[in-house]
């Protein structure tokens, strides 16, 4: 099984669809998923709920989905300075699970291991 893919959008195809859940890696702006998260921006889909320790800041990281309303809901540890976030977040256009970071980590691996009720 070949898994090399010449560019993100590749590697995510036929994955991605409106309303799932996407788990996404980095804190802060280190360590991103930059690539990946372009490919789901240009894909259109719509209804996302993101799981990450925060939500970048404007304009990087997953503040490039909220600038494109793709975002419907994030459960994360820390939102920082992303303006859109608080803005959709007060205006009611944003879900939000805060979850301390340590929780959210359990809260991962326990999912990755099969535990459900975690």
Partial sequence: MNK???????ALEGLLKNDI???SGGFGLCGLPERLLDAVRDSGVT?????SNNAGIDGEGIGKLL????VKKMISSYVGENKEFERQYLAGELEVEFCPQG????RMRAGGAGIPGF
């Fill in 4 to 10: 090399l893919f010449p560019d993100a959008a590749s």
């Fill in 21 to 23: 859940l996407i788990a």
């Fill in 103 to 106: 929780t959210l980590a359990e």
């Fill in 67 to 70: 600038r494109t309303k793709q």
């Fill in 47 to 51: 209804g996302l709920t993101f799981v």
